[in-house]
Protein backbone atom coordinates (compact mmCIF):
# COMPACT_ATOMS: atom_id res chain seq x y z
CA UNK A 1 0.00 0.00 0.00
CA UNK A 2 1.37 3.63 -0.62
CA UNK A 3 0.30 6.97 1.14
CA UNK A 4 -0.64 9.88 -1.22
CA UNK A 5 -1.69 13.12 -0.81
CA UNK A 6 -3.54 15.59 -3.38
CA UNK A 7 -5.97 18.41 -3.54
CA UNK A 8 -9.36 17.24 -4.87
CA UNK A 9 -12.20 19.30 -5.80
CA UNK A 10 -15.62 17.50 -4.90
CA UNK A 11 -18.90 17.78 -7.27
CA UNK A 12 -20.03 20.42 -5.58
CA UNK A 13 -16.77 22.47 -6.43
CA UNK A 14 -15.29 22.88 -2.66
CA UNK A 15 -11.42 22.36 -3.06
CA UNK A 16 -9.86 20.26 0.33
CA UNK A 17 -6.72 18.87 0.86
CA UNK A 18 -6.52 15.14 1.39
CA UNK A 19 -4.10 12.70 2.98
CA UNK A 20 -4.31 9.04 1.51
CA UNK A 21 -3.71 5.76 2.22
CA UNK A 22 -4.32 4.10 -1.19
CA UNK A 23 -6.13 1.06 -1.41
CA UNK A 24 -7.11 0.90 -4.73
CA UNK A 25 -5.66 2.96 -7.68
CA UNK A 26 -8.65 3.68 -10.57
CA UNK A 27 -8.71 0.95 -12.65
CA UNK A 28 -11.07 -0.86 -15.45
CA UNK A 29 -9.84 -4.16 -15.09
CA UNK A 30 -11.30 -7.17 -13.11
CA UNK A 31 -8.96 -9.02 -11.17
CA UNK A 32 -9.04 -12.49 -9.89
CA UNK A 33 -7.52 -16.03 -9.60
CA UNK A 34 -8.08 -18.12 -12.49
CA UNK A 35 -8.91 -21.33 -10.75
CA UNK A 36 -10.87 -22.88 -14.32
CA UNK A 37 -8.15 -25.17 -14.50
CA UNK A 38 -8.36 -26.84 -10.59
CA UNK A 39 -10.26 -30.07 -10.35
CA UNK A 40 -14.03 -29.09 -9.04
CA UNK A 41 -13.48 -30.44 -5.65
CA UNK A 42 -9.79 -28.52 -5.50
CA UNK A 43 -11.55 -25.77 -6.81
CA UNK A 44 -14.45 -26.12 -4.09
CA UNK A 45 -11.80 -26.66 -1.69
CA UNK A 46 -9.51 -23.51 -2.34
CA UNK A 47 -12.43 -21.24 -2.47
CA UNK A 48 -13.69 -22.34 0.72
CA UNK A 49 -10.05 -21.88 2.48
CA UNK A 50 -9.22 -18.23 0.37
CA UNK A 51 -12.72 -17.22 1.76
CA UNK A 52 -12.17 -18.14 5.22
CA UNK A 53 -8.40 -16.15 5.22
CA UNK A 54 -10.08 -13.08 3.71
CA UNK A 55 -12.81 -12.99 5.85
CA UNK A 56 -10.40 -13.11 8.94
CA UNK A 57 -8.22 -10.60 7.08
CA UNK A 58 -11.52 -8.07 7.04
CA UNK A 59 -11.93 -8.83 10.81
CA UNK A 60 -8.47 -8.55 11.31
CA UNK A 61 -8.57 -4.82 9.26
CA UNK A 62 -11.66 -3.67 10.68
CA UNK A 63 -10.64 -3.78 14.31
CA UNK A 64 -7.50 -1.96 13.33
CA UNK A 65 -9.80 0.82 11.98
CA UNK A 66 -11.68 0.22 15.29
CA UNK A 67 -8.52 0.64 17.27
CA UNK A 68 -7.61 3.86 15.04
CA UNK A 69 -11.14 5.63 14.99
CA UNK A 70 -11.20 5.32 11.54
CA UNK A 71 -14.30 2.84 10.45
CA UNK A 72 -16.29 5.73 8.42
CA UNK A 73 -13.18 6.68 6.37
CA UNK A 74 -13.34 5.15 3.52
CA UNK A 75 -13.08 7.45 0.68
CA UNK A 76 -13.12 7.45 -3.31
CA UNK A 77 -12.23 10.16 -4.88
CA UNK A 78 -12.84 10.46 -8.88
CA UNK A 79 -9.31 10.63 -10.93
CA UNK A 80 -9.73 13.49 -12.78
CA UNK A 81 -10.58 15.76 -9.62
CA UNK A 82 -6.80 14.78 -7.92
CA UNK A 83 -4.71 17.56 -8.70
CA UNK A 84 -1.21 18.24 -7.20
CA UNK A 85 -0.49 14.47 -6.08
CA UNK A 86 2.56 13.89 -4.27
Known sequence: MKYTEFTY???KGKITSRKVLV???PSNKL???EVGEMEPEDRVAFMAEYNKIFQQ????VNDLKDDFDVTH???QF?????KDRV
Open 9 to 11: TDA
Open 23 to 25: IQE
Open 31 to 33: MGI
Open 57 to 60: FIEA
Open 73 to 75: NLR
Open 78 to 82: IDTNI
